[in-house]
């Protein structure tokens, strides 16, 4: 889900998804600062870039120490997991207990248009296929990764050869 539709139908979505006991996955953009505490404890994955984690917590997110406190703040505000995307710094992931940085693969970029999206198409990918969340955060950052690599942002979605071929082809750097 996003903010590209009313407030109230991603609540209304987001409740349907919950009570059929799926995970509810939201990518805050447009950023808004207006939302109420019953979006938060809806949300079971948040996952802003640096600007909409400045504009939930109020904090100046700018690395990732301030992306770190910003994802424990909005876990603090009910979200079961915050996911801060900070492009070629990686992204940090908060939940309960534990905080944890991916970083970014290196990669050339091309087009950063639609990484945000190829970043939440392959978490909900993993996780549907039962990765762990570190594992699933891993394999999203690859999919944003080979997605930078190719200009646009329909033509930018990877394939999930290309996507694979770019794990491999790190794990031997």
């Known amino acids: 889900l996003q903010f590209e539709v009313p407030l109230p139908l991603v609540m209304v979505a987001a ?18 600062n207006d939302l109420p505490p019953e979006f938060f404890r809806t949300v079971d994955i948040l996952t802003p870039n640096q600007v909409e984690a400045s504009q939930l917590t109020g904090l100046a997110v700018t690395d990732v120490a301030t992306a770190t406190e910003a994802a424990q703040r909005l876990v603090q505000r009910g979200v079961a997991i915050a996911i801060v995307k900070l492009g070629d710094q990686g992204a940090v992931v908060a939940e309960n207990q534990r905080t944890f940085h991916q970083p970014a693969l290196p990669v050339q970029v091309v087009d950063t248009v639609a990484a945000g999206d190829a970043f939440n198409g392959g978490l909900a990918v993993a996780l549907a296929e039962g990765m762990d969340l570190a594992a699933a955060v891993e394999f999203a950052s690859a999919v944003a990764a080979a997605a930078v690599m190719v200009a646009g942002a329909q033509s930018s979605m990877p394939e999930r050869s290309r996507v694979a071929a770019l794990r491999i082809g790190l794990q031997h750097l």
């Open 15 to 32: 409740k349907a998804v919950k009570a059929q006991g799926a995970t509810v996955i939201v990518d805050p953009a447009p950023a808004r």
